[in-house]
């Protein structure tokens, strides 16, 4: 059995000066603009037996920055942008016989994007709009390992593929 996991973090904590050229002198200054990004990453692999192998992967992103950050745009109209991804893999294939091989795969994945207005000191307005994506895939293929001569490749493949997409403002 071997294992594999994986961290990576950022934090970037840089600012944006905002100058109206004196229209709303209250609302000039320099306003903080974080950057934060979390990756992970997760793996697993084994030899079950001499026939069978098994893999399973996860990995993740989920990052956060102002939108919309400009010289000239106040901090009231910035939006605050939320991603994150999550994704698994899952793989098991053996070998049936001498010459067959049976793979199956099982695939996942879920996008989800939030932002919200951000009020400066007043924090989040209730204007907020969250689009989720997710990606459900099973694949199966069994089919024969080598062809003697003359002789057809058996192969059935068979999958499902299941994509919801879900919205709101």
């Known amino acids: 059995m071997h294992f594999f996991a994986a961290y990576e973090g950022t ?5 944006q000066k905002v100058h109206t050229f004196g229209l709303f002198p209250e609302k000039e200054g320099v306003f903080p603009t974080p950057y934060r990004e979390t ?12 026939a069978r192998y098994v893999s399973v992967r996860y990995g993740r992103n989920s990052n956060s920055q102002p939108y919309g950050a400009a010289a000239q745009s106040t901090q009231d109209n910035w939006e605050m942008s939320r991603n994150q991804f ?3 893999n899952v793989n098991n294939d053996g070998v049936l016989g001498g010459t067959k091989l049976n793979e199956f795969i099982f695939q996942y994945a879920n996008f989800k994007i939030a932002a919200g207005v951000h009020g400066g000191t007043h924090g989040y307005r209730k204007h907020r709009s969250t689009t989720r994506t997710s990606v459900g895939e099973w694949r ?7 062809q003697p001569v003359g002789e057809t490749v058996g192969l059935i493949r068979a999958g499902v593929r299941i994509l919801r997409k879900s919205g709101h403002s």
Do not use: H, W, Y
């Open 11 to 15: 934090q970037q904590d840089t600012t």
């Open 39 to 50: 990756l992970v990453t997760a793996k697993v692999t084994a030899n079950l037996s001499p």
């Open 86 to 88: 999550n994704s698994i």
């Open 140 to 146: 199966f293929k069994t089919g024969r390992l080598r």
